[in-house]
């Protein structure tokens, strides 16, 4: 028995469609903690658009150059 791995612009959009729980998970226990971190919740929000502009990057193959030239 063989088990196929899953091509790359599969594995990009799994990895997109999971991204979503984790980014709203990430954002509710921020909003939530007692601790008073809710000053950490813009920076949050921009770290997980930045990771999936990153990941939408590597899945169109056009638009990498130029969002790599902004680096």
């Given at each position: 028995m063989v088990v196929r791995k899953p091509g790359g612009i599969r594995r990009r959009l799994i990895m997109?469609?999971?991204a979503g729980g984790s980014i709203a998970d990430l954002i509710r226990g921020t909003w939530?903690?007692?601790s008073g971190?809710?000053?950490?919740?813009?920076l949050a929000v921009f770290l997980c658009v930045f990771g999936l502009v990153l990941i939408l990057a590597?899945?169109?193959e056009a638009l990498a150059p130029f969002i790599?030239?902004?680096f």
């Open positions: 997109l469609g999971t939530r903690s007692e971190n809710r000053w950490l919740l813009p590597t899945t169109v790599y030239a902004i």
